[in-house]
Nanobody, 117 residues
Framework: QVQLVESGGGLVQPGGSLRLSCLAS????????MSWYRQAPGKERELCAW????????TYPESVKGRFTISRDNAKNTVSLQMNSLNSDDTAVYYC??????????WGQGTQVTVSS
């Protein structure tokens, strides 16, 4: 079965950085686009990064563009999210998501990111 295991979340000060990782199994990783979504308390889940199956294309919403970078290693079945210049608005649970035709298919369990001084 599909398994997505996120790691790397935690508490970070404003302006700091974190790197999230997701180890995928149970499907042909290199055949699927991958995304990171996040959900802040009281808010809907939002897409914060998307990467194509080959890793050659990535997209970001304006809220994180220039601060977040998504990457993948198809040999290791991993996708990562490098987050820089974090602020309190980035506090959320972050999810690794298998994506097809722009739609989320499978979700990881999530990892908490808290930005606070």
């Amino acid at each position: 079965q599909v398994q997505l295991v996120e790691s790397g979340g935690g508490l970070v000060q404003p302006g700091g950085s974190l790197r999230l990782s997701c180890l995928a199994s149970g499907f042909t990783f290199s055949s699927y686009a991958m995304s990171w979504y996040r959900q802040a308390p009281g808010k809907e889940r939002e897409l914060c990064a998307w990467i194509s199956s080959s890793g050659g294309t990535s997209t970001y919403p304006e809220s994180v563009k220039g601060r977040f970078t998504i990457s993948r290693d198809n040999a290791k079945n991993t996708v990562s999210l490098q987050m820089n210049s974090l602020n309190s608005d980035d506090t959320a649970v972050y999810y690794c998501v298998v994506t097809r035709y722009g739609n989320p298919l499978y979700w990881g369990q999530g990892t908490q990111v808290t930005v606070s001084s």
